[in-house]
């Protein structure tokens, strides 16, 4: 499908048919398409300037203004932000801070975990079938199971940083239960490791708060965001205290580096998409548009509805009949996407402002796909 143009909850083809957009960009477009307050700042910076330096010689206003939109909204251990240009960057600059902050190495992830593809990223995938081919990578990683509290005794006073999904997304949108992400702090604080918190999927109102954590009262250490804050633009971020953020200062100077990341017309759009999800109703109403969706959806052929707020995915009888549902959506003029370690898992992650009729209408195109499989 060639794409002609996209506003709102639709992505349009060449020959003018809609497609409602159930994926919103794999949860980037948080604000769906061409939202008139995003495209205002983008387009009022760009009247201002474009990229002028970088390694923090001149301050640029866009930047300045979203890590404070930031850190006024974020607890007081999260109050510094290094901003990246995609959340795999913001990973990568994560695990270099833990080391340097704690003067280990050794990082523990979770099995089934996606933190992006980049060569740190990637290290952290506990899937072998995606690492092999790019195999010597990074050194010192061990994994856990998500949500599997005997396995925290493999973290010792080794483990610079745990790194965590709150909700794991490739592995099938699986939520922490009975206080894991408590459990797995508590044993940070015990041994001296930080915990990384990723929330590029999660963050930013997807999960009916402003981050995913709040769901299930842990604050990390460090917190990786991307995808959902740049408004369909490219970016990331890592959060942290002054002090562990400090780290990266000296020894060696600079210890992160990257020429576009605080790009003021990316800035421009995060600023205003957080500001939109924070100041207006989205996050509150995130919770209700779940429950319709759950409502809406009752089939026998979708044996359950995992995740949370506007984060879910349809588990369907078998890989086939997801590739099947998904494709004949297409064909239907809904948008929908597959997960990486889940088979059998339908991707729904609309815009936050997606309307109760346009999340009906979707659901009905779903149902209808349904039964002409059954």
Sequence with gaps: MEISHAKGSYIFDQNGKPHLDFVAGVSACSLGHQHPKVT?????????????????????????????????????????????????????GSLKLARRFTGRSEIIAAKNAYHGNTMGSLSLMGFEERKRPFRPLIPDVSYIEFNNVNDLKHITSKTAAVILETIQGGAGFIEPKNDYLKKVKAKCEDVG??????????????????????????????????????GGLPIGAFTASK?????????????????????????????????????????????????????????????????????????????????????????????????????CAIRITPPLTISNDEILEGCNILLEVLNEIQ
Excluded at 193 to 220: H, M, S, W
Excluded at 327 to 340: A, E, H, P, V
Aim: glycine content about 8%.
């Design 40 to 92: 205002a700042a983008v387009k009022k910076q760009l009247d201002s300037y474009l990229h002028v330096m970088v390694y923090g010689e001149y301050i640029q206003k866009p930047a300045v203004d979203l890590v404070k939109l930031l850190a006024n909204n974020l607890p007081e251990n999260l109050k510094t932000t290094y901003l990246t240009n995609s959340g795999t960057e913001a990973i990568e």
């Design 193 to 230: 490791a930080l915990l990384i918190i990723d929330e590029i999927q999660p963050g930013v109102g997807r999960t009916g708060k402003l981050f995913g954590f709040e769901n299930y009262n842990c604050t990390p250490d460090i917190l990786v965001t991307g995808k959902g804050l740049g």
């Design 243 to 343: 002090e562990i953020m400090a780290s990266l200062m000296d020894n060696p100077k600079l210890g992160h580096i990257t020429t576009f990341g605080g790009n003021p017309v990316i800035a421009s759009a995060a600023y205003a998409t957080l500001k939109e999800i924070i100041e207006s109703d989205l996050i509150s109403k995130t919770i209700d548009k779940e429950l319709l969706i759950r409502k809406n959806l009752v089939h026998p052929l979708i044996k359950e509805i995992r995740g949370k707020g506007l984060m879910l995915a349809a588990i369907t009888q078998s890989a086939e009949l997801t590739n099947q549902v998904i494709l004949r959506c297409q064909d239907k003029g809904l948008i929908l996407f597959w997960l990486l370690f889940e088979p």
